[in-house]
């Protein structure tokens, strides 16, 4: 096999050219997602599916949160039912591990995770650090971003302004941070209570119970809705994620009053 000769400033071009497009189709969505872990990452898809406009930032140069690793660098994770059911629909392969309890691959149901939200047509921001958040008219209305390295650099060169992404509603799927979330209670508008102690059976239910809008177009999901109301965190079982996230996309679908036609 020979490859087709090409001249290296094509490759260049190539990719400058694909990425300035599209960071312009991400400057406005229907939906912009904060956090490319589990609970991001399905609501991302499920709203994708729907044929909206969605827009994921994530501060790493990879998505999927703690959900690569499993629990104390043992690469498997639990999920409890019926969110084993969430696993069969990404064709994820679960054990029994007791009555009600499955176990999987984490490096498996994560890269299938990230390829179901990419097929869905979720674009991916990655390296990009959340500044700050639109507001207007007391509703949040998209957010300000950055490049993440810009933190690791002396702070006299760096000096880089930011740019904004516009959106009609944004999810806060950043985790334990609840990074959007502070923002908010920064500007006196919104009272965390902080994440409580590790409780896996109350800590699920009440995740997903809770999901929802926390201040006019913010929604929270995943742990960030933990943060807010002072919710037990859960370790290394994953259904609570998936599940808040597929709330936290059928909240958005709401707000959005979604009649199966495209708002953008």
Request: charged share 20%; aromatic share 6%.
């Amino acid at each position: 096999m020979i490859f087709h000769p090409v001249k290296e400033s094509e490759v260049t071009i190539a990719i400058a050219r694909a990425f300035l497009n599209h960071l312009e189709y991400c400057a406005t969505s229907d939906v912009i997602i904060v956090g490319g872990g589990p609970s991001g990452l399905i609501g991302g898809r499920d709203i994708a599916n729907k044929g909206l406009k969605v827009t994921l930032v994530e501060r790493n140069n990879y998505l999927g949160g703690g959900f690569w690793s499993g629990g104390y660098f043992m690469n498997k994770f639990t999920v409890r039912a019926p969110a084993h059911e969430v696993l069969a629909e990404l064709g994820v392969p679960c054990s029994e591990a007791g009555e009600g309890l499955y176990v999987a691959d984490a490096p498996y149901a994560c890269s299938q995770l990230i390829a179901s939200a990419c097929k869905s047509g979720v674009k991916i921001l990655n390296l990009t650090l959340l500044e700050d958040i639109i507001l207007r008219e007391a509703r949040v209305k998209g957010v300000v971003i950055n490049w993440s390295p810009v933190t690791y650099l002396p702070h006299e060169i760096a000096a880089l302004d930011p740019i904004p992404l516009e959106a009609k509603v944004v999810i806060d799927a950043t985790g334990h941070d609840a990074s959007v979330l502070r923002k908010l209670e920064k500007r006196g508008l919104v009272k965390l209570e902080g994440e409580g102690a590790l409780c896996i059976e109350e800590s699920e239910d009440a995740i997903v119970e809770r999901t929802g809008e926390v201040y006019p177009g913010l929604i929270a999901t995943g742990m960030a809705v933990a943060s807010v109301y002072g919710l037990p965190r859960m370790g290394p079982t994953f259904g609570a994620m998936l599940l808040s996230g597929k709330k936290a996309a059928e909240v958005a679908l709401n707000i959005l009053n979604y009649t199966g036609i495209p708002v953008s």
